[in-house]
């Protein structure tokens, strides 16, 4: 048991925890596992694919800290920011949202909060990504009609290339540019 206890004591100021039973090493579940887990930046060696040019530098070599942060002292270049600050987006894999966050170099970068279930699809509604249960987002009701806030353009839902549902329209001609919508049927009138 004596010479377990230098390495649980050292295991201990380290973050991890030692059992004694069968000496066993338990290890903190989230950082330090070498994976990039929610709420992580990184988790040596993994850089979640970040590099200092990802970043904003223009070169030099991204490390990790011991507290799953990016640590960009051995990157180089001035800040080359990589999006608008408080932009968000779905990933192009669609099981994410991208947010555009200032960076402890003071760059913007983007960080990643991966869809989980029960909402495992990243969909845009009114402008704004968010986690849904379902693929597309739930826009509209196919063939559903209506006329454009604008007051001048009538719409259908239709299906995108994606299959989902979508508004698509066309502008009243300008002799009758009011748009109307009556029992399901559109019309255009002068006033």
Same mark, same amino acid.
């Given at each position: ?9 050292? #295991?201990? #100021?380290?973050?991890?925890? @030692? ?6 090493? *338990? !290890?903190?579940?989230? $950082?330090? %596992?070498? /994976?990039v887990d929610d709420g992580e930046e ?14 904003? !530098?223009?070169?030099?070599? #991204?490390?990790? &800290?011991? /507290?799953?942060? !990016? ?11 990589? +999006?608008?600050?408080?932009?968000a987006r779905c990933r192009s894999t ?10 402890? %170099?003071? $760059? ?6 991966? +869809?989980?279930?029960?909402?495992? *699809?990243?969909? &845009? ?6 986690? *849904?249960?379902?693929?597309? /987002?739930?826009?509209? &009701?196919? %063939?559903?009609?209506? @006329? %454009? ?7 259908? @839902? ?13 502008? @009243? ?6 748009c109307r919508v009556e029992d399901g ?7």
């Amino acid at each position: 048991m004596q010479k377990f206890l230098p390495i649980c004591l050292c #295991l201990l #100021l380290t973050g991890a925890a @030692c059992e004694d039973d069968e000496y066993q090493w *338990h !290890f903190d579940p989230v $950082c330090g %596992n070498g /994976a990039v887990d929610d709420g992580e930046e990184c988790d040596a060696p993994s850089l979640g694919g970040e590099t200092c040019e990802s970043l904003g !530098f223009t070169g030099g070599i #991204l490390g990790c &800290t011991l /507290a799953c942060t !990016f640590k960009t002292t051995g990157c180089t270049g001035g800040c080359t920011d990589a +999006c608008e600050a408080g932009r968000a987006r779905c990933r192009s894999t669609a099981d994410a949202i991208e947010s555009c966050v200032i960076g402890e %170099n003071g $760059c913007t970068q983007w960080w990643t909060t991966a +869809c989980a279930d029960p909402t495992p *699809h990243c969909v &845009t509604l009114d402008g704004a990504p968010m986690c *849904h249960d379902e693929p597309c /987002a739930p826009v509209c &009701t196919l %063939n559903d009609r209506r @006329c %454009n806030e604008d007051g001048r353009t009538r719409e259908i @839902c239709g299906e995108d290339p994606d299959g989902c549902p979508r508004w698509s329209g066309s502008p @009243c001609p300008e002799e009758t540019p009011v748009c109307r919508v009556e029992d399901g049927a559109f019309s255009c009138s002068a006033f």
